[in-house]
Nanobody
Framework: QLQLVESGGGLVQPGGSLRLSCAAA????????VGWFRQAPGKQREGVSC????????IYAGSVKGRFTISRDTAKNTVYLQMNSLKPDDTAVYYC??????????????????WGQGTQVTVSS
């Protein structure tokens, strides 16, 4: 059974940083596209970032570009999301998801088949 576990969320002041981790169990993330998504109260879940399992392409939502960085640690079978210069608008539950890679780039949100349970990120003074 494919399992993803997120960690690293918490409460941080505006301008602060957090690093989220997405650890996989039961499969090797190397052959998967891995995405980070978030859902704020009353809003739809949105894509934040994705890293391709085929060509290591990194994709970022416009709202986080230049502030967030996605990376993959093959040895630890983990994908990270480094979040810097956090803003109150970044407050949400963050989820990681995986899809078996089928080519360059990343798939649509609906094509991600394995999801973690989510980790809360709150940016507030």
């Amino acid at each position: 059974q494919l399992q993803l576990v997120e960690s690293g969320g918490g409460l941080v002041q505006p301008g602060g940083s957090l690093r989220l981790s997405c650890a996989a169990a039961g499969f090797t993330l190397d052959y998967y596209d891995v995405g980070w998504f978030r859902q704020a109260p009353g809003k739809q879940r949105e894509g934040v970032s994705c890293i391709s399992g085929t060509d290591t392409t990194e994709i970022y939502a416009g709202s986080v570009k230049g502030r967030f960085t996605i990376s993959r640690d093959t040895a630890k079978n983990t994908v990270y999301l480094q979040m810097n210069s956090l803003k109150p608008d970044d407050t949400a539950v963050y989820y990681c998801a995986a899809a078996h890679t089928k080519g360059p780039g990343c798939p649509r949100q609906a094509d991600f088949s394995s999801w973690g349970q989510g980790t809360q990120v709150t940016v507030s003074s």
